[in-house]
């Protein structure tokens, strides 16, 4: 089935419904005019159309794999993560302080919209890194902003959301990954996380992923966990992907409509990592990230 992006749909929908004006009507998002977003959403469905819409399919018949440790993803993804970050759909309403366009939400709703409808085993890829961005840019350091955000928010990097454990699905503060100090502003990371959209990939330098621990002296519970961003290869001050850091993909899920996208099973082996926020507070700094995801997916449909 060929699919047509609904950009006039969306049209009408921020014109007559959600009264749209409201939103561009301020200083914030003055920029963001009537015409401005007409022109973003033709661009954005285009690409969609033909960049992504293919793909879909591809994921289906060619699964991503695991071989060797390493994840190699369906054919065309790699061309079509491309598109997507080239066109800037990756940080449609990050800080613009990095590189970002500093749409308002509505508007990145709707490009995720037609790009999972387009193809949504690709989709996910991007829709991680939206809530990465936006849970660095209002918990991390001004160092760690300055290193990841710019290489996130230009699609050169890609990130995931580390919650889930074997034994600590909903309850989540049953988690059992230990954080211990290393003594020089980095933290060693250990345990097993589940359920990792995007785990890992072959087409981007590098793969950030933010990982709930407890350090030893967190209490029990959610109020003891503190959040780590812990990068596949250690990057040096200026940015640069450097060292393999301890981690790997153990295996790949298989998910129904997403054979495409894959969900990893990951293992930190006293992974090199960086505090974001402040210490026992990361569910609070991690809800951030979860509450921009559960956007997206709800805009899935």
Same mark, same amino acid.
């Given at each position: 089935?060929?699919?047509?992006?609904?950009?006039?749909?969306?049209?009408?929908?921020?014109?007559?419904?959600?009264?749209?004006?409201?939103?561009?009507?301020?200083?914030?998002?003055?920029?963001?005019?009537?015409?401005?977003?007409?022109?973003?959403?033709?661009?954005?469905?285009?690409?969609?159309?033909?960049?992504?819409?293919?793909?879909?399919?591809?994921?289906?018949?060619?699964?991503?794999?695991?071989?060797?440790?390493?994840?190699?993803?369906?054919?065309?993804?790699?061309?079509?993560?491309?598109?997507?970050?080239?066109?800037?759909?990756?940080?449609?309403?990050?800080?613009?302080?990095?590189?970002?366009?500093?749409?308002?939400?509505?508007?990145?709703?709707?490009?995720?919209?037609?790009?999972?409808?387009?193809? =949504?085993? /690709?989709?996910?890829? +991007?829709?991680?890194?939206?809530?990465?961005? %936006? @849970?660095?840019?209002?918990?991390?350091? *001004?160092?760690?902003?300055?290193?990841?955000?710019?290489?996130?928010?230009?699609?050169?990097?890609?990130?995931?959301?580390?919650?889930?454990?074997?034994?600590?699905?909903?309850?989540?503060?049953?988690?059992?990954?230990?954080?211990?100090?290393?003594?020089?502003?980095?933290?060693?990371?250990?345990?097993?996380?589940?359920?990792?959209?995007?785990?890992?990939?072959?087409?981007?330098?590098?793969?950030?992923?933010?990982?709930?621990?407890?350090?030893?002296?967190?209490?029990?519970?959610?109020?003891?966990?503190?959040?780590?961003?812990?990068?596949?290869?250690?990057?040096?001050?200026?940015?640069?992907?450097?060292?393999?850091?301890?981690?790997?993909?153990?295996?790949?899920?298989?998910? =129904?409509? /997403?054979?495409?996208? +894959?969900?990893?099973?990951?293992?930190?082996? %006293? @992974?090199?990592?960086?505090?974001?926020? *402040?210490?026992?507070?990361?569910?609070?700094?991690?809800?951030?990230?979860?509450?921009?995801?559960?956007?997206?997916?709800?805009?899935?449909?």
């Amino acid at each position: 089935m060929v699919y047509r992006a609904c950009t006039e749909d969306y049209e009408y929908i921020l014109k007559h419904v959600v009264n749209y004006g409201l939103v561009s009507d301020t200083e914030k998002f003055s920029e963001a005019s009537d015409e401005t977003v007409s022109a973003i959403l033709a661009e954005a469905g285009r690409m969609c159309e033909e960049k992504l819409s293919p793909l879909q399919r591809a994921g289906d018949l060619s699964p991503a794999r695991l071989e060797n440790g390493v994840v190699r993803t369906s054919p065309g993804f790699d061309a079509g993560y491309k598109a997507i970050a080239e066109g800037g759909w990756v940080s449609t309403s990050a800080s613009p302080e990095y590189g970002g366009m500093g749409l308002p939400l509505s508007i990145t709703t709707a490009v995720n919209e037609m790009m999972a409808s387009a193809c =949504l085993s /690709l989709q996910l890829n +991007p829709l991680m890194t939206q809530g990465q961005i %936006e @849970a660095l840019e209002n918990h991390a350091s *001004e160092a760690i902003k300055n290193i990841y955000l710019p290489k996130l928010i230009s699609g050169e990097w890609c990130g995931t959301m580390n919650l889930t454990e074997p034994h600590a699905g909903s309850d989540v503060g049953a988690l059992s990954s230990k954080a211990t100090d290393n003594g020089d502003g980095t933290y060693a990371i250990s345990g097993q996380k589940i359920y990792i959209s995007w785990g890992d990939n072959d087409f981007s330098k590098n793969v950030c992923h933010l990982v709930l621990a407890r350090l030893p002296e967190g209490k029990s519970g959610t109020k003891g966990i503190s959040l780590f961003i812990v990068p596949k290869f250690i990057p040096d001050q200026f940015g640069n992907s450097g060292v393999a850091n301890k981690l790997k993909v153990v295996s790949l899920e298989h998910k =129904l409509g /997403l054979h495409g996208s +894959p969900t990893a099973v990951m293992q930190y082996d %006293e @992974a090199t990592g960086w505090l974001v926020g *402040e210490p026992h507070d990361g569910m609070r700094a991690m809800f951030t990230m979860m509450n921009n995801a559960r956007l997206g997916v709800g805009g899935q449909g």
